[in-house]
């Protein structure tokens, strides 16, 4: 199974963090970056990854609060654009000064956009929906860019089903929601990432994960989970896992299923077919992000996001919470990854209409929720592949003689450092094994480079000039990229540095 299933062998512990930053701990140093010197609130808006954009369309949305109204990143500029909407009456004058929510939010780097539709509307309108337009073939979400909801009615929806939908849409007035037809069937995408097999039917695994209770698991499509309760890695082939838990039809599309050996270490990556691409953390889709999704049956293809919280009504029955794609798939891609070029799992694919010889449309189950829904984290042991062990961002170069987690020169923490990592120790030999005490080190042994020196921290050893497992050489994968930014995202736009062959231009 080539998303890397061996034996456990030893642990090797990374210690590390990322620290929660409140919405003007993230804004303010912005907005002061992104002033000139002509005005106090003049303001630029920022060119930005994917996934900065994801998480500044987060920090925004809490700002704004009720005048939030969607957003979307524009992949041609690479700004985050987001939708504001007046919530007392009056317009609201997005190029003056007067209102200082908006002029934080276009300090910290977005472009404001004034629409008519307000979240609050939009989401009464997805109700008036499922109430009067349940029809299995349907499906809606809402389309930030056009601010309006978007209904899609598949090939099955005729005569007086699609008078009941077109009818429906119309009944929320003009300006709140558009309709479109597709060629296809909205089906789940069974066929019976990588092949799993169960119960006749085949279907991708989709992320590995650590379970709530520490074990070792996957996520997969629910109705996946729901066909079958043991899953093969090869067709006829022995039970590996058993599925814990699986959400379907309803609020969402996922299952968590643990693999039957405890001793199972399930590496945080996705099979790209001739190389992997370690997968760092979960994160929410946004609209317009171009994202990639790996199948059992069609392998790499790639799309944008499209719409969110969308409503798919298959013949099985409705669920709800999911991301609409452009991006293909076919029987037996279900439950596969959908990730972005910076390793960021995004969805587990769903289902959809079309192919991947006519295109059409594929829904995806957020990640983000699937996790909190079954309590498990994304990666070994919760912390996500990619990680560092060694180079910089693991305090690479670092004294700590006295193993309190700070530097003895520089007085600063040290990233991963402290007693539980092994600060402090001695380990000539790299056997793990710390030479003054005799104890075992916590993230030692000569796979996380236990032995080396390196005192300027580019992750090669100064004794021997060999790259140290774990360090900061750019082609590691989970080595931290000297080109990479504090998340390990690639700063240079030509795709990712550390071998993924992911890149904008596939």
Same mark, same amino acid.
């Given at each position: 199974?080539?998303?890397?299933?061996?034996?456990?062998?030893?642990?090797?512990?990374?210690?590390?963090?990322?620290? *929660?930053?409140?919405?003007? %701990?993230?804004?303010?140093?912005?907005? #002061?970056?992104?002033?000139?010197?002509?005005?106090?609130?003049?303001?630029?808006?920022?060119?930005?990854?994917?996934?900065?954009?994801?998480?500044? *369309?987060?920090?925004?949305?809490?700002?704004?609060?009720?005048?939030?109204?969607? !957003?979307?990143?524009?992949?041609?500029?690479?700004?985050?654009?987001?939708?504001?909407?007046?919530?007392?009456?009056?317009?609201?004058?997005?190029?003056?000064?007067?209102?200082?929510?908006?002029?934080?939010?276009?300090?910290?780097?977005?472009?404001?956009?004034?629409?008519?539709?307000?979240?609050?509307?939009?989401?009464?309108? *997805?109700?008036?929906?499922?109430?009067?337009?349940?029809?299995?073939?349907?499906?809606?979400?809402?389309?930030?860019?056009?601010?309006?909801?978007?209904?899609?009615?598949? &090939?099955?929806?005729?005569?007086?089903?699609?008078?009941?939908?077109?009818?429906?849409?119309?009944?929320?007035?003009?300006?709140?929601?558009?309709?479109?037809?597709?060629?296809?069937?909205?089906?789940?995408?069974?066929?019976? =990432?990588?092949?799993?097999?169960?119960?006749?039917?085949?279907? !991708?695994?989709? @992320?590995?994960?650590?379970?709530?209770?520490?074990?070792?698991? @996957?996520?997969?499509?629910?109705?996946? =989970?729901?066909?079958?309760?043991?899953?093969?890695?090869?067709?006829?082939?022995?039970?590996?896992?058993?599925?814990?838990?699986?959400?379907?039809?309803?609020?969402?599309?996922?299952?968590?299923?643990?693999? /039957?050996?405890?001793?199972?270490?399930?590496?945080?990556?996705?099979?790209?077919?001739?190389?992997?691409?370690?997968?760092?953390?979960?994160?929410?889709?946004?609209?317009?992000?171009?994202?990639?999704?790996?199948?059992?049956?069609?392998?790499?293809? /790639?799309?944008?996001?499209? %719409?969110?919280?969308?409503?798919? #009504?298959?013949?099985?029955?409705?669920?709800?919470?999911?991301?609409?794609? /452009?991006?293909?798939?076919?029987?037996?891609?279900?439950?596969? &990854?959908?990730?972005?070029?910076?390793?960021?799992?995004?969805?587990?694919? &769903?289902?959809?209409?079309?192919?991947?010889?006519?295109?059409?449309?594929?829904?995806?189950?957020?990640?983000?929720?699937?996790?909190?829904?079954?309590?498990?984290?994304?990666?070994?042991?919760?912390?996500?592949?990619?990680?560092?062990?060694?180079?910089?961002?693991?305090?690479?170069?670092?004294?700590?003689?006295?193993?309190?987690?700070?530097?003895?020169?520089?007085?600063?923490?040290?990233?991963?450092?402290?007693?539980?990592?092994?600060?402090?120790?001695?380990?000539?030999?790299?056997?793990?094994? /710390?030479?003054?005490?005799?104890?075992?080190?916590?993230?030692?042994?000569?796979?996380?480079?236990?032995?080396?020196?390196?005192? #300027? =921290?580019?992750?090669?050893?100064?004794?021997?000039?060999?790259?140290?497992?774990?360090?900061?050489?750019?082609?590691?994968?989970?080595?931290?990229?000297? #080109?990479?930014?504090?998340?390990?995202?690639?700063?240079?736009?030509?795709?990712?540095?550390?071998?993924?062959?992911?890149?904008? &231009?596939?």
């Amino acid at each position: 199974m080539s998303h890397k299933r061996v034996t456990k062998r030893k642990a090797i512990i990374a210690a590390g963090g990322v620290a *929660a930053l409140g919405a003007a %701990a993230i804004l303010l140093p912005q907005a #002061n970056a992104s002033q000139d010197g002509g005005s106090d609130n003049a303001a630029t808006v920022k060119t930005l990854k994917a996934g900065d954009a994801s998480d500044l *369309a987060a920090q925004l949305e809490k700002l704004l609060g009720d005048a939030f109204a969607g !957003s979307y990143y524009d992949s041609e500029g690479k700004q985050l654009v987001v939708n504001v909407v007046n919530v007392e009456g009056d317009d609201i004058n997005i190029d003056g000064d007067e209102n200082q929510v908006i002029v934080q939010a276009k300090k910290a780097g977005a472009k404001i956009r004034q629409v008519d539709n307000s979240t609050a509307e939009l989401e009464a309108a *997805a109700k008036t929906l499922k109430k009067e337009a349940t029809v299995p073939g349907t499906a809606w979400a809402v389309d930030p860019k056009t601010n309006k909801i978007l209904v899609t009615a598949d &090939s099955t929806v005729t005569g007086t089903k699609w008078d009941q939908v077109e009818s429906t849409v119309k009944t929320l007035g003009a300006g709140m929601a558009t309709i479109q037809k597709s060629a296809g069937t909205f089906t789940t995408k069974v066929a019976g =990432g990588d092949a799993i097999f169960g119960g006749g039917a085949r279907c !991708s695994l989709g @992320f590995n994960v650590t379970a709530g209770d520490g074990s070792p698991a @996957f996520l997969t499509a629910g109705h996946c =989970g729901v066909a079958a309760e043991q899953w093969s890695d090869s067709e006829d082939g022995d039970p590996i896992a058993t599925v814990d838990q699986a959400t379907f039809p309803g609020d969402g599309d996922f299952a968590l299923v643990k693999y /039957d050996d405890p001793a199972t270490v399930a590496a945080s990556e996705v099979n790209l077919g001739d190389q992997t691409l370690a997968i760092t953390e979960a994160a929410e889709a946004t609209v317009g992000t171009q994202v990639f999704r790996m199948g059992s049956t069609t392998g790499l293809n /790639d799309g944008q996001v499209l %719409a969110l919280d969308a409503t798919v #009504n298959y013949p099985e029955g409705t669920v709800t919470g999911l991301i609409q794609t /452009d991006v293909c798939a076919e029987p037996g891609d279900s439950g596969g &990854s959908l990730f972005t070029q910076e390793g960021q799992a995004i969805g587990l694919t &769903s289902g959809g209409s079309g192919d991947c010889t006519v295109g059409g449309e594929t829904f995806f189950q957020p990640v983000t929720t699937a996790l909190e829904a079954v309590g498990a984290t994304l990666g070994d042991g919760g912390i996500g592949a990619g990680d560092a062990v060694g180079g910089e961002e693991a305090g690479a170069g670092a004294v700590d003689e006295n193993g309190d987690g700070v530097d003895d020169n520089t007085g600063e923490a040290i990233e991963g450092g402290g007693e539980e990592a092994g600060a402090g120790a001695v380990d000539e030999n790299g056997d793990g094994v /710390d030479d003054n005490t005799g104890e075992a080190i916590e993230g030692g042994g000569e796979e996380a480079g236990a032995g080396a020196v390196d005192e #300027n =921290g580019d992750g090669v050893d100064d004794n021997t000039g060999e790259a140290i497992v774990g360090g900061a050489d750019e082609n590691a994968v989970g080595g931290a990229d000297e #080109n990479a930014d504090a998340n390990g995202h690639d700063q240079n736009d030509n795709g990712a540095q550390d071998g993924s062959g992911v890149t904008e &231009s596939h």
